[in-house]
């Protein structure tokens, strides 16, 4: 397998933050999507961002951005499929997404994807730990964007809607102090980010 093209998606509507951007939150000085960057960009050979609106803002990280092509608020399905798009424009056989408000998920996130991918004879993998499927940290190949468009353009919205529909493999993460994927959706999880990030939690 060709290595994969990186997606961050950061296209949600962070109504519980006030609506502003989480990737652009500070923790420990540094934003939310910043640490995604460096986490995300080694792993991958090349990296966009999936977010809608005025694109400027998201400038000063160098990275091209893939608006939503679903009208409204599609949810993630339509963040991936952007990415899809962009990546297939650059040759890219697959795409690894990353969420952008989810500052501690695994340094070797894609080779694992990857690994649990290999022999599974499914096309879609997603990260797991014993908290559940994580399923914006998935393995999609972009030779499935029409499907997800029609999918998208008849109502679906849950990931896990459509992707059990094409059959779905696991990559199982371990969770030691913390769930390595957790995300930041209220300001009271800010805090507790900032207390992991501390260790002190």
């Known amino acids: 397998m060709k290595q994969p093209y990186g997606v961050i998606l950061a296209g949600g509507q962070a109504t519980r933050m006030g609506g502003d951007d989480k990737g652009l939150l500070r923790l420990g000085g540094v934003t939310l999507l910043a640490r995604v960057i460096e986490r995300l960009e080694p792993q991958v050979a090349g990296l966009c961002l999936n977010a809608n609106g005025d694109a400027a803002r998201f400038a000063s990280f160098g990275l091209p951005v893939a608006a939503d092509e679903i009208d409204g608020f599609a949810g993630p399905l339509a963040g991936v499929l952007a990415g899809m798009e962009w990546a297939a424009s650059n040759g890219a056989d697959h795409i690894v997404t990353a969420a952008a408000d989810t500052p501690f998920f695994p340094g070797d996130l894609v080779p694992q994807l990857q690994l649990a991918g290999e022999g599974a004879g499914k096309p879609i993998v997603l990260a797991r730990t014993a908290n559940g499927r994580h399923p914006t940290f998935g393995l999609w190949p972009v030779a499935l964007r029409d499907d997800l468009r029609s999918a ?22 371990p969770t030691a102090r913390f769930d390595p994927f957790f995300n930041v959706n209220t300001p009271e999880d800010l805090e507790i980010a900032e207390q992991y990030l501390a260790g002190i939690k």
Do not use: I
């Open 152 to 173: 998208l353009e008849s109502g679906v919205r849950k990931v896990v809607q459509w992707t059990d529909g094409h059959g779905t493999a696991m990559a199982d993460f």
